[in-house]
């Protein structure tokens, strides 16, 4: 989405913690948990971990990328188009943060680990890994520790739950590259215009970004299928 015009403060900062993947990830996490058995209390707490985690991965997103997002002329970033303060997202992504710690130990102690993992993986993304062809690394890391963060996950700290089926840690790694790939390919030419080489960039300049599109479509829809197919055969703990 492109914005015409300016936002007032506080609609800029949602904007600026990329709301739709924050939603998606946190509707789709709660919904996992709903469908294994956990209690309506629990699944709140998902929804509200997931939520805060995702909050500071959007924050630190648009900070870290604010000069060459400028650079560029995206006028969907608050930060870049000096819609809100750098200090003020950088406040809202620290109390996020101190939010989702306690948050995440409250699911469980192994389950925490297992979410703070994920999201720390996808604070290197942001920090690094974007820039480089292992771009792929730390979305197959922080999506191959959310079975884990189901299958361990309770109310309150402590252990719970069990280890989660290599099958659903496997898959859900796997579609978190399809999710790379699709999440990268809208902004390809940004990206090489500022010089993030990351893996997807490298590989349409290759084979053309189209077919890149095509084939990442069809192999995370593919991947997606299995691991709905292993969440019900499979399962998700062992």
């Known amino acids: 989405m492109r914005f015409r015009k300016q936002r007032g403060q ?29 209690s309506a209390r629990e699944c709140v707490l998902v929804a509200v971990t997931v939520l805060s985690g995702q909050l500071t991965v959007g924050w630190i997103n648009d900070l870290v990328d604010r000069h060459r997002d400028r650079q560029v002329g995206r006028q969907d970033k608050p930060v870049a188009m000096g819609w809100v303060d750098p200090g003020t ?15 995440s130990i409250a699911n469980g102690t192994y389950a925490g680990i297992a979410h703070l993992g994920a999201v720390g993986s996808a604070w290197l993304y942001n920090f690094w890994f974007k820039r480089t062809w292992l771009s792929w690394l730390p979305y197959a890391v922080s999506f191959g520790l959310l079975p884990a963060f189901l299958s361990y996950g309770g109310l309150g700290g402590g252990m719970h739950g069990a280890p989660p089926t290599i ?45 890149l599109l095509w ?22 703990r062992q």
């Open 167 to 211: 099958e659903m840690t496997v898959l859900a790694a796997l579609f978190g590259v399809g999710v790379h790939f699709l999440n990268a390919l809208p902004d390809l030419v940004e990206d090489k215009e500022t010089g993030v080489r990351h893996l997807p960039l490298r590989i349409a300049l290759r084979i053309g970004a189209p077919r």
């Open 215 to 236: 084939i990442s479509v069809g192999y995370t829809v593919l991947v997606g299928a299995g691991l709905v197919a292993a969440a019900f055969t499979v399962g998700l």
């Open 10 to 38: 506080t609609v800029s900062l949602a904007l600026a913690a990329h709301p739709l993947p924050a939603a998606a990830m946190t509707v789709a996490l709660t919904t996992a948990a709903a469908l294994s058995g956990r």
């Open 89 to 103: 997202v950088a406040f809202a992504a620290a109390v996020a943060t101190l939010l989702v710690v306690p948050l």
